[in-house]
């Protein structure tokens, strides 16, 4: 068996296979780029290895510097996780000529099935109906294409380097801005061109190979619901799918995998349309990052039987398939703000176990704009379909997670939809139903509300006894406490308390009664409430608002942030200070920087007029393509970036002419 493992990965994918080879006795061996020097995945390792590079090409991508790492600390194997260089066949090729061991498929493998390209031309060779696939660069395009079409990249995967196109004008730049971000991601710009299939669901079929001609698939999962190419939501096993469909997807699979002896994981991806037409996207030639439902439904460890694989074990005696399983991904994304990638500290991130967490991140960690916005995976498994959406539904709704905003309000409206309680979902879901990416309509309702009163009161308390009171309080039953909280969004909520006693409270929301022209005050329409503090025991609050009992969890402080969370909504809020200094800065209405990144292009110059929709800059930020255009038609009077700044959110790119 191995007996050193070196990761080269981060965040959760290096977490989750840390935790496996720990439970067989290997050592860990992680790798940090400077930025994640206190990221949670070295913290899960028993050794760390620096990387002293300035960005990817420097740490995760540099293929010599990962194996000098590995070979600084006596490893004798490597496993590349997903992403980065896991589908890198000459990354590979080093580990094992440097006479380490290589966790995953032999280098040739990884060509022959992990180039899109070769594994179309290869499913050709065996029969299997592929779909057309035009190799093409940005200044070699062909003029008989058919839109819509899809921009790929031929390696990698994940989403990274694809691109729809509707308009024959927007082609060049698709091409170049798919080949820049797929260099980026996976070390390789070549792209081609895939007709596209609307009205589609991607399911795909796991496989597992011992090098010597076994294979052996281990199910399907359907992965439909997407957002930018890239999966949201995974379940296993596809739902509503005609077995012979079913049948047809495993054995074209186990198909592609025999021809070339494939060994270890792997998974084949499939577009299957309403009428059972099966369209072969893709092999990825490594863990995908929803494995976690297929082991939910077998029973079995995928990282586990890669490194017995990779040992010179051989495969499963039996496999056996048990329910259904439901993953959710939870990014550091805003789907109401185009899932624009946040950045910040994480202040809160619990989620009661009675699911499956594989987690890069925790409570004080950092989400940066160098790498994937991934945070968590949350997986759920029952004895049917209903079940599992239903334990994922709940441990999703009262998860904390603070600090920044999340796709976690969305991901719980996709499982409620009833388009996906049916199971025939397809790509274009999103498209069809944008309803579940708007925010909240009531962001912090009422019981929450109360709840972040009680914690403000009772951690005043434990500080001071008499901290709670501002000047020229009185004590008297009539005076209540006033207090104003901002949720996540930058909503205002004021709240007036009047306690009665240690647990009973009368609880008035809404703006304050504030005196007219004429010194009167105005009429005071304020919502009130009755609360009784029934219970506060660790992290769970039981309040009575109105006569109605309602259980809260609860995490953060008042001042930093507090998250309140129960089965109907979570909320973040932020006890507002009395005073606020505002620190002067130079206004712009000109175009600003979305969110921290990297000038990659900029498209104007002084003196160019601009319409509403021109693209003015491109920021790469979390290994994707940011485009920022004009809002309005506008002269640039002033260009503030180049390409290679980086930038800040909220940093002005370009100034107009209006803009004073």
Same mark, same amino acid.
């Given at each position: 068996?191995?007996?050193?493992?070196?990761?080269?990965?981060?965040?959760?994918?290096?977490?989750?296979?840390?935790?496996?080879?720990?439970?067989?006795?290997?050592?860990?061996?992680?790798?940090?780029?400077?930025?994640?020097?206190?990221?949670?995945?070295?913290?899960?390792?028993?050794?760390?290895?620096?990387?002293?590079?300035?960005?990817?090409?420097?740490?995760?991508?540099?293929?010599?510097?990962?194996?000098?790492?590995?070979?600084?600390?006596?490893?004798?194997?490597?496993?590349?996780?997903?992403?980065?260089?896991?589908?890198?066949?000459?990354?590979?090729?080093?580990?094992?000529?440097?006479?380490?061991?290589?966790?995953?498929?032999?280098?040739?493998?990884?060509?022959?099935?992990?180039?899109?390209?070769?594994?179309?031309?290869?499913?050709?060779?065996?029969?299997?109906?592929?779909?057309?696939?035009?190799?093409?660069?940005?200044?070699?395009?062909?003029?008989?294409?058919?839109?819509?079409?899809?921009?790929?990249?031929?390696?990698?995967?994940?989403?990274?380097?694809?691109?729809?196109?509707?308009?024959?004008?927007?082609?060049?730049?698709?091409?170049?801005?798919?080949?820049?971000?797929?260099?980026?991601?996976?070390?390789?710009?070549?792209?081609?061109?895939?007709?596209?299939?609307? %009205? #589609? $669901?991607? =399911?795909?079929?796991?496989?597992?190979? +011992?090098? *010597?001609?076994? !294979?052996?698939?281990?199910?399907?999962? &359907?992965?439909?619901?997407?957002?930018?190419?890239?999966?949201?939501?995974?379940?296993?096993?596809?739902?509503?799918?005609?077995?012979?469909?079913?049948?047809?997807?495993?054995?074209?699979?186990?198909?592609?995998?025999?021809?070339?002896?494939?060994?270890?994981?792997?998974?084949?991806?499939?577009?299957?349309?309403?009428?059972?037409?099966?369209?072969?996207?893709?092999?990825?030639?490594?863990?995908?990052?929803?494995?976690?439902?297929?082991?939910?439904?077998?029973?079995?460890?995928?990282?586990?039987?890669?490194?017995?694989?990779?040992?010179?074990?051989?495969?499963?005696?039996?496999?056996?398939?048990?329910?259904?399983?439901? %993953? #959710? $991904?939870? =990014?550091?994304?805003?789907?109401?703000? +185009?899932? *624009?990638?946040? !950045?910040?500290?994480?202040?809160?991130? &619990?989620?009661?176990?009675?699911?499956?967490?594989?987690?890069?991140?925790?409570?004080?960690?950092?989400?940066?704009?160098?790498?994937?916005?991934?945070?968590?995976?949350?997986?759920?498994?029952?004895?049917?379909?209903?079940?599992?959406?239903?334990?994922?539904?709940?441990?999703?709704?009262?998860?904390?997670?603070?600090?920044?905003?999340?796709?976690?309000?969305?991901?719980?409206?996709?499982?409620?939809?009833?388009?996906?309680?049916?199971?025939?979902?397809?790509?274009?879901?999103?498209?069809?139903?944008?309803?579940?990416?708007?925010?909240?309509?009531?962001?912090?309702?009422?019981?929450?509300?109360?709840?972040?009163?009680?914690?403000? $009161?009772?951690?005043?308390?434990?500080?001071?006894?008499?901290?709670?009171?501002?000047?020229?309080?009185?004590?008297?039953?009539?005076?209540?406490?006033?207090?104003?909280?901002?949720?996540?969004?930058?909503?205002?909520?004021?709240?007036?308390?009047?306690?009665?006693?240690?647990?009973?409270?009368?609880?008035?929301?809404?703006?304050?009664?504030?005196?007219?022209?004429?010194?009167?005050?105005?009429?005071?329409?304020?919502?009130?409430?009755?609360?009784?503090?029934?219970?506060?025991?660790?992290?769970?609050?039981?309040?009575?608002?109105?006569?109605?009992?309602?259980?809260?969890?609860?995490?953060?402080?008042?001042?930093?942030?507090?998250?309140?969370?129960?089965?109907?909504?979570?909320?973040?809020?932020?006890?507002?200070?009395?005073?606020?200094?505002?620190?002067?800065?130079?206004?712009?209405?000109?175009?600003?920087?979305?969110?921290?990144?990297?000038?990659?292009?900029?498209?104007?110059?002084?003196?160019?007029?601009?319409?509403?929709?021109?693209?003015?800059?491109?920021?790469?930020?979390?290994?994707?393509?940011?485009?920022?255009?004009?809002?309005?038609?506008?002269?640039?009077?002033?260009?503030?970036?180049?390409?290679?700044?980086?930038?800040?959110?909220?940093?002005?790119?370009?100034?107009?002419?209006?803009?004073?």
């Amino acid at each position: 068996m191995i007996r050193r493992l070196l990761i080269a990965n981060r965040g959760e994918i290096a977490c989750r296979i840390a935790a496996t080879a720990r439970r067989l006795g290997i050592d860990t061996v992680g790798v940090y780029a400077p930025p994640d020097e206190d990221a949670l995945h070295v913290r899960h390792v028993d050794l760390a290895v620096p990387l002293e590079g300035e960005d990817l090409a420097t740490t995760y991508l540099d293929a010599a510097a990962l194996v000098a790492a590995a070979r600084r600390v006596g490893a004798d194997a490597v496993h590349p996780g997903y992403g980065f260089l896991a589908e890198d066949p000459r990354f590979a090729r080093a580990v094992i000529e440097a006479g380490l061991r290589w966790v995953g498929p032999t280098p040739d493998q990884m060509e022959r099935l992990g180039d899109k390209l070769a594994v179309k031309a290869l499913a050709a060779e065996l029969g299997v109906d592929v779909g057309a696939a035009i190799p093409v660069a940005a200044d070699d395009l062909p003029e008989d294409v058919s839109f819509p079409v899809l921009v790929k990249a031929a390696a990698g995967g994940g989403g990274r380097g694809m691109r729809l196109v509707t308009d024959p004008a927007d082609l060049p730049a698709a091409v170049a801005a798919a080949s820049r971000e797929a260099a980026v991601a996976f070390g390789d710009g070549r792209v081609f061109l895939e007709p596209y299939l609307a %009205e #589609a $669901r991607h =399911v795909e079929v796991q496989i597992l190979g +011992d090098g *010597r001609g076994g !294979v052996v698939h281990l199910g399907d999962r &359907d992965c439909s619901i997407q957002r930018r190419n890239q999966k949201l939501v995974e379940e296993a096993p596809a739902p509503a799918l005609p077995d012979d469909v079913r049948e047809r997807l495993h054995a074209t699979a186990v198909l592609l995998a025999r021809e070339v002896g494939y060994e270890s994981a792997g998974t084949v991806e499939f577009l299957v349309d309403a009428d059972g037409r099966i369209d072969l996207l893709e092999v990825n030639t490594r863990l995908q990052v929803e494995h976690p439902v297929t082991e939910a439904i077998t029973g079995l460890d995928l990282v586990e039987l890669q490194l017995r694989v990779a040992a010179g074990e051989g495969l499963p005696e039996e496999i056996r398939f048990d329910g259904h399983a439901v %993953e #959710a $991904r939870l =990014v550091a994304e805003d789907p109401a703000a +185009d899932w *624009r990638p946040q !950045v910040g500290t994480i202040t809160v991130f &619990d989620v009661e176990p009675t699911v499956r967490v594989d987690a890069g991140v925790a409570a004080g960690g950092a989400v940066r704009p160098d790498y994937d916005s991934l945070l968590a995976k949350v997986i759920a498994h029952g004895p049917d379909r209903a079940t599992a959406i239903g334990t994922l539904r709940r441990a999703l709704r009262t998860a904390l997670v603070g600090g920044i905003q999340t796709n976690l309000d969305a991901l719980v409206r996709i499982l409620d939809h009833p388009a996906f309680r049916t199971g025939a979902v397809t790509t274009r879901f999103l498209a069809a139903h944008p309803e579940v990416l708007e925010p909240v309509a009531d962001p912090a309702p009422v019981p929450h509300l109360a709840a972040a009163a009680v914690l403000r $009161r009772d951690e005043d308390r434990r500080a001071d006894p008499w901290s709670f009171a501002p000047t020229g309080w009185r004590n008297l039953p009539t005076v209540g406490q006033r207090s104003t909280w901002e949720d996540g969004r930058g909503g205002l909520h004021h709240l007036e308390e009047a306690w009665h006693g240690d647990d009973e409270f009368d609880l008035a929301v809404g703006p304050w009664p504030e005196p007219g022209p004429d010194g009167e005050l105005a009429e005071d329409a304020r919502a009130r409430h009755r609360v009784r503090v029934v219970d506060l025991d660790g992290a769970t609050l039981r309040l009575d608002v109105d006569g109605l009992r309602h259980r809260l969890r609860f995490g953060g402080d008042p001042a930093g942030g507090v998250v309140v969370a129960s089965v109907d909504a979570a909320v973040e809020l932020r006890l507002r200070p009395r005073l606020v200094s505002h620190e002067p800065h130079e206004a712009s209405s000109g175009p600003i920087a979305p969110l921290p990144g990297t000038v990659l292009e900029v498209a104007v110059r002084v003196g160019d007029e601009v319409e509403a929709g021109d693209l003015l800059v491109t920021i790469e930020a979390m290994k994707m393509e940011h485009r920022v255009v004009a809002d309005r038609p506008a002269a640039v009077v002033e260009v503030l970036v180049a390409p290679g700044d980086r930038v800040d959110v909220g940093e002005p790119l370009v100034r107009f002419a209006d803009d004073g």
